[in-house]
């Protein structure tokens, strides 16, 4: 069976990650999470004080990009791969509101998304590769023989990352939740350079009313006919 790219675009917290993990899973493809990518150069920069309540001077910005190194390692107990920053894991890090509020003003600098668009390409030189993302199928894989765009509901997607919140053992609102997202979709949308488009070829799905389960079905079928066609 060759091995393709699957690119997947779409909202915040539309669940592009769990559909490119459980993707990932079933075909035996490395899954790189390009979000978790921003978000962890953001950590870089708060935990080092270049950047402080929103607050940053680009080229403090510019000097650190060189020391900052990332990676996915797979942890076999939880059967998921997580982020590491310099060799340290920073999953649960990451995924803070505290982070969230900050990720999409650094992910607009042309200079970081240069940076990470690279690394990104050269994760997925050799196919067999599921990433997920805002540019994926517009700009990191524009050639990827898959593309899916993701969307939902505002209320259903707030809904969800409050859970995903409180999983974390993270307190927050649902106001102060649904305002986060709608500033990053405007911010991930509005932005000069590599806005969130869905590509032409992509194709939408929308998982307002569906289960994981019945969305993992159809993103298979979709994969699996482009194979073996």
């Keep these: 069976m060759r091995k393709i790219t699957i690119a997947i675009d779409g909202y915040s917290s539309c669940g592009k990650s769990t559909l490119a993990k459980e993707i990932a899973k079933n075909l035996n493809y490395r899954y790189v999470d390009s979000g978790a990518m921003y978000r962890a150069v953001t950590l870089y920069l708060i935990n080092n004080g ?6 940053y001077l680009k080229q ?55 940076k990470l668009v690279d690394l990104q390409q050269q994760m997925g030189k050799k196919g067999a590769v599921v990433m997920d993302g805002r540019d994926i199928g517009t700009v990191v894989f524009p050639n990827a023989e898959i593309k899916l765009f993701m969307t939902a509901d505002s209320d259903i997607r707030t809904e969800r990352r409050l859970l995903e919140l409180e999983g974390n053992g993270q307190k927050s609102t649902f106001d102060e939740v649904k305002d986060n997202l709608t500033k990053r979709d405007y911010i991930d949308m509005n932005r000069d350079v590599s806005p969130l488009r869905q590509a032409e070829d ?14 993992l079905e159809i993103a298979l079928n979709i994969i699996k006919e482009k194979i073996n066609n």
């Design 50 to 55: 270049i950047l402080k309540d929103g607050n």
């Design 60 to 114: 403090a910005i510019l000097d650190a990009l060189s020391l900052i190194t990332i990676d996915f390692v797979f942890n076999k107990d939880k059967g998921v791969s997580e982020t590491f920053l310099n060799s340290i894991n920073v999953e649960k890090d990451i995924r803070t509101m505290f982070v969230s509020n900050q990720v999409s003003p650094i992910s607009t600098i042309e200079e970081v998304r240069t």
């Design 202 to 215: 992509a194709v939408v799905l929308d998982n307002s009313e569906i289960t994981r389960e019945e969305q």
